[in-house]
């Protein structure tokens, strides 16, 4: 019987066991000295005295604990469980995102940009013939590319060498899988996870970091500049349902999109968002984790006109931290989504432009979150529409102070954006208890990201 991990549960820190592999991947179901074995804590508890691998999302933990509940490989027999050191290891155990009941753990830091013989890629080793940087800017400059999108040889090699990338750093999730990072170092480098059509996925005690595009393109903006898209997110839900992200952090860190240079105007962004949810994916709770130094946060849908979306996109976000985040945080349409007792720090000389976007038919529940900005940031700055209508918004703590963001974006914005209102059509009954916002703060800061075990 698996595991439920119980709200507020304490996560002792425990020397781990060390599983020792040789060779190729190994499931781990050998009972060898020094290793874990069935049912123990050991590795497979990450080093914190519990099989985190085993452990399922608790009853009404947010929408992911609707119907039949969020397991993910919690059923894998032990031919299907996996200590995983590099990325050639971890492709093999994700079985090309097969559904196959499986837990992967991560061990150490492991680097998607590398050859299956662990040999370092720079972005050099993808690029295609006829590509380069300066190539690109020459060719599809706007004082002289009037032909709208970027087309003819040199975006053809552009894409060449993308999909080079792709293969390696794009790594398919399958539906009843459960990754978990072991210990407080599991690090997982330049990799994009992809939920793709999947269903019953775990992700737990993991960073992942800098997942970015060698090869950006141009977008022309029809009466503007353009801007520069990326590829990767560091996860992406497409058409998924049933997920549960826990105790991860997701990050640019190594190479800020801020510190990038600009090219026709516009800076060379390398990064896409950090947990995009997207394509009528639904059912996700999103716990404890924590979204940093970055510019698009999360994206729960990615269009006015995707209709399919109605009455999906159903996302809980509680207890996460949101560190140097510009925008997305997150930024809705459609889903009826509960974002509470999360905490959004914006440092001194931040970039930041609003944290909840409030888009096409979104039904926004947000309660009791804290704020902590610097001067140049106001209350009214916190939320915009795009095409919405309303938001319920509650218990709100501004530098520590309680503020109410629904009256003061209406009456600071009414002159560029319609007057939103608190019906949002629906109440959460799926949630935990809800902290006072004036503890928010503290208790994200101890507990939020890899590392920090669950509660």
Known sequence: MPRKVLPRKVWTTAAAAVVLLTGA???????????????????????????????????????????????????????????????????????????????????????????????????????????????????????????GAPSGPVE?????????????????????????????????????????????????????????????????????????????????????????????????????????PAYFGRRYLQHDGLLDITNASDLVTVSWSRFADHDKAMLIGNSDGATADRGRLRVTLHHNAFVNVTQRAPRVRFGQVHVYNNAYEVPEGGEFRYAWGVGTESAVHAENNAFTTPAHVEPADLMTSWNGTAIRESGTVFNGFPVELLPIH???????????????????????????AERVAAEVARGAGAGRGPH
């Not at 914190?48 to 609707?66: H, I, K, P």
């Not at 050099?124 to 032909?147: H, K, V």
């Not at 060498?161 to 750093?169: G, K, M, N």
């Open 156 to 260: 053809q090699a552009r894409r060449a060498s993308a999909a080079r990338q792709a293969e390696r750093v794009q790594l398919r999730v399958g539906s009843n899988t459960t990754i978990v990072g072991l210990g407080d170092d599991a690090v997982l480098r330049g990799a994009n996870l992809l939920l793709k059509d999947v269903e019953n996925v775990i992700v737990r005690n993991l960073e992942l970091r800098d997942a970015y595009d060698c090869f950006p393109a141009w977008q022309p903006n029809t009466g503007g500049l353009g801007d520069w898209k990326a590829a990767y997110d560091t996860i992406t839900l497409q058409g998924a349902t049933r997920v549960w992200i826990d105790h991860v952090t997701l990050s640019d860190r190594g190479r800020l999109d801020q510190d990038a």
């Open 25 to 147: 991947l190994t499931p781990i179901n050998a009972q060898a000295s020094g290793e874990a074995g069935p049912g123990s804590g050991g590795e497979r508890g990450g080093g914190f005295g519990r099989e985190l691998g085993r452990e399922v999302l608790a009853e009404g933990d947010g929408w992911a604990s609707l119907g039949a509940g969020t397991t993910g490989g919690s059923a894998a027999d032990e031919a299907h469980v996996y200590t995983v050191d590099d990325r050639a290891e971890l492709a093999r155990a994700l079985d090309g995102g097969s559904a196959t009941p499986k837990i992967i753990y991560v061990r150490g830091a492991i680097d998607a940009n590398t050859t299956d013989s662990g040999r370092r890629l720079s972005c050099a080793d993808y690029t295609a013939e006829g590509y380069s940087l300066d190539a690109y800017l020459a060719a599809y400059d706007p004082r002289s590319w009037t032909g």
């Open 410 to 436: 209406n009456a600071y914005n009414s002159a560029s954006e319609r007057d939103l209102t608190a019906d949002v059509g629906w109440e959460p009954t799926l949630h935990g208890p809800v902290d006072p």
